[in-house]
């Protein structure tokens, strides 16, 4: 019982800050680019199951025209995230999977035909594997996107700019 205790994920009153950093991908003017993505997770127990978590997040991606006709602007999309939600996680001694739902607001920009800002949701699933009491090491997966649009065309995953990551993590639990 002691070793499934001191290898649990934030809980109550604690708060857990955690560094992502990996490949993602954004749709948005009918292109599909992968990129670099990265973010920062700010979490705080409510109970040793549920967190509020805040999180700030981007992503750039290169693109270029894909002839001399292509109207669409080339070089760098970036997308910029702020978004506060719940996680919650299923302690499993050292190994921690968890779930999070957020909403906030995201920024598509850069080589775009129009530049977007959009109320956003993103569904996040992962997992953490404790190195000790205070460090994790693990692995997310975020999808990104804008929760009208998705509802209208679910089989498309909808038809504005979203995007996808999965990214490495660290975290620190104080």
Request: a negative charge; proline letters at 4%.
């Amino acid at each position: 019982m002691a070793a499934a205790r001191a290898a649990r994920a934030a809980g109550e009153h604690e708060w857990q800050v955690a560094l992502r950093a990996g490949a993602g991908t954004v749709s948005v003017d009918n292109r599909k680019p992968w990129g670099i993505a990265g973010g920062l997770d700010v979490e705080y127990g409510i109970t040793d199951a549920w967190a509020v978590r805040l999180s700030l997040e981007g992503s750039t991606h290169d693109v270029s025209k894909s002839n001399d006709m292509d109207t669409r602007p080339a070089g760098t999309i970036h997308t910029d995230a702020a978004l506060l939600g719940l996680t919650y996680t299923f302690d499993v001694l050292r190994l921690v999977p968890y779930a999070n739902l957020q909403a906030g607001v995201a920024q598509v920009r850069g080589a775009v035909v129009t530049p977007q800002t959009l109320f956003a949701m993103e569904l996040g699933v992962g997992a953490d594997y404790f190195v000790n009491r205070h460090l994790t090491t693990g692995v997310s997966f975020h999808y990104l996107f804008e929760p009208a649009d998705l509802f209208a065309d679910p089989l498309n995953l909808g038809t504005n700019p979203f995007s996808f990551t999965v990214t490495a993590r660290a975290s620190w639990i104080f």
